[in-house]
């Protein structure tokens, strides 16, 4: 059986990454909050134990909160996965971790952050100054003060400086225009990397192989074929704390207008000249400038409520989670059809659900195929889909219709499945974020968000975004854990997408 990776073509990514005479300093702003301790930090220290960064990179963690660097190195140590084996190299890890207190708007603090980068690259005794890598995980309206302090105080003069900005990229058109402008004036777009984590999904970055590395896709990848794509996303908790962030932001702007827009992309663009992060991203701008905004009318919202007999969890609903206005109509759920006018795909609908409390954790592509022209069995035949399954268990599987084995001479639905799982035995995938922060390194931008991308995508849903909130629509109400919504599955069967219901998985015997 070949393993992944075993191919003389593979490209060897996997090596020491940056200039051996310069040095590195890596400074995650936010460090005190979650998603610098369990996601940022353990992804880094991941790298670092691999070999995969390069010598001697220093990392600053700053924020406001008073911490210690010791009071730091306790609130990260829980989530770094350490073997017994690699204590010693958890503790060297963490002698490169500092933490600096200081203000996001004081330059004078941001002086003294560039002295202690100044004094660390002293400490490396490298021949020129250091590359200089700045991690903004934080929210979007620190950003503007930050990204001013960092050019006017922290650049360094020699070697490269780069910015990781989180998301939300603002809320709207309008207020997107206003950061990317910002940061346009501050930094070249070469600088300036937009993090989306999905885009550093294993499943995510297979896509460009599946699709253009195959020749059986070409023919049937187009509105000849098939009837209708679905992207899904799904996760089986409520909001646990975050309601007050949501109740502003809401599962439109949280999941779909970035996470599953990108998929959508990524299944409808058309092939690129070459596999260059501009050529790549050419293409996915062309794919939104063929889509008009996203019409109400096409759209189903929804909010969770508790479960009367549910634990302590999903027995609450969205309006019962602290932090959240008890009037809030923030929408939790949503379904949404898109269009892309071009000739490839006009007349197919590209339907994305997303939502929390829902009864599974799940995100998946399903390309789902016209019915069989012709039928000889009856109406007894099931449409044909391509999955790509991204999370949990990644999984590429077509469902197709399939004679029962022995004497029996009916049909039944089957699959060719390449579940990973059960394919490649011990795969260790790596995180979203330890891919992404590896090509911060390497300087690849290819799965990173463009400033014309985002401007674009903001346009595809500015309109629907300020009719619900304008409107302030209420959404429908659903229970924690179930399926979804029958409205958005009405919805996906308006615009011709069929679930049948009767399809059933079983383990292979290998």
Request: some cysteine.
């Amino acid at each position: 059986m070949a393993s992944p990776g075993s191919s003389p073509s593979s490209t060897p990514m996997l090596e020491m990454v940056g200039a051996p005479n310069l040095s590195h300093v890596f400074i995650v702003f936010g460090a005190s909050g979650d998603l610098a301790k369990r996601k940022i930090y353990p992804c880094l220290w991941l790298l670092y134990r691999d070999g995969l960064l390069p010598p001697g990179t220093k990392f600053i963690g700053y924020a406001r909160s008073a911490m210690t660097t010791e009071d730091h190195h306790a609130r990260i140590t829980p989530f770094l996965k350490v073997s017994s084996a690699d204590e010693q190299m958890k503790e060297n890890f963490l002698k490169t971790c500092t933490y600096m207190q200081g203000s996001y708007t004081d330059a004078a603090a941001f002086d003294r952050l560039n002295a202690e980068m100044r004094r660390m690259e002293g400490e490396m005794a490298y021949e020129q100054p250091a590359n200089r890598i700045f991690y903004l995980a934080l929210p979007p309206q620190i950003f503007m003060a930050v990204t001013a302090n960092i050019k006017a105080t922290c650049m360094t003069s020699s070697g490269y400086n780069r910015i990781i900005v989180e998301k939300p990229f603002g809320m709207d058109s309008s207020s997107s225009a206003v950061l990317s402008n910002h940061l346009s004036g501050l930094f070249c777009e070469d600088q300036i990397y937009r993090i989306d984590h999905y885009l550093g999904k294993e499943m995510v970055q297979n896509l460009l192989v599946l699709r253009f590395a195959n020749s059986v896709f070409t023919p049937a990848w187009n509105r000849t074929a098939i009837q209708s794509v679905m992207i899904t996303f799904k996760e089986p908790f409520g909001l646990r704390g975050r309601a007050s962030y949501f109740h502003d932001v809401g599962i439109i702007r949280d999941v779909m207008q970035n996470h599953l827009l990108q998929l959508l992309c990524l299944i409808a663009m058309e092939k690129p000249a070459s596999i260059s992060p501009d050529d790549i991203r050419d293409e996915k701008v062309k794919v939104l400038k063929c889509m008009s905004p996203i019409l109400e009318r096409d759209v189903v919202i929804g909010q969770y409520v508790g479960d009367p007999d549910g634990d302590s969890e999903s027995s609450k609903g969205f309006r019962e989670d602290p932090g959240c206005p008890p009037d809030s109509n923030q929408c939790t759920y949503a379904s949404a059809v898109a269009w892309v006018r071009n000739e490839r795909w006009d007349g197919v609908p590209f339907i994305m659900k997303c939502g929390k409390a829902l009864d599974e954790r799940k995100a998946e592509i399903r390309i789902q195929f016209r019915p069989v022209p012709g039928d000889i069995f009856d109406g007894r035949c099931q449409r044909n889909e391509f999955v790509i399954r991204v999370q949990p268990k990644e999984a590429v599987y077509m469902k197709m219709m399939v004679k029962r084995p022995g004497r029996d001479t009916g049909m039944f639905e089957s699959e060719m499945d390449l579940s990973y799982h059960l394919r490649y035995k011990d795969l260790n995938l790596p995180d979203a974020y330890e891919k992404l922060i590896q090509d911060v390194f390497l300087g690849n931008q290819m799965n990173f968000v463009r400033s014309d991308e985002l401007a674009e995508a903001w346009r595809v849903f500015t309109p629907l975004l300020h009719h619900i909130e304008g409107h302030n629509i209420e959404p429908i109400k659903y229970m924690f854990g179930v399926r979804g919504l029958p409205e958005a599955d009405a919805l996906a069967a308006k615009f011709g997408h069929h679930y049948s219901g009767t399809y059933t998985w079983s383990k292979p015997h290998l």
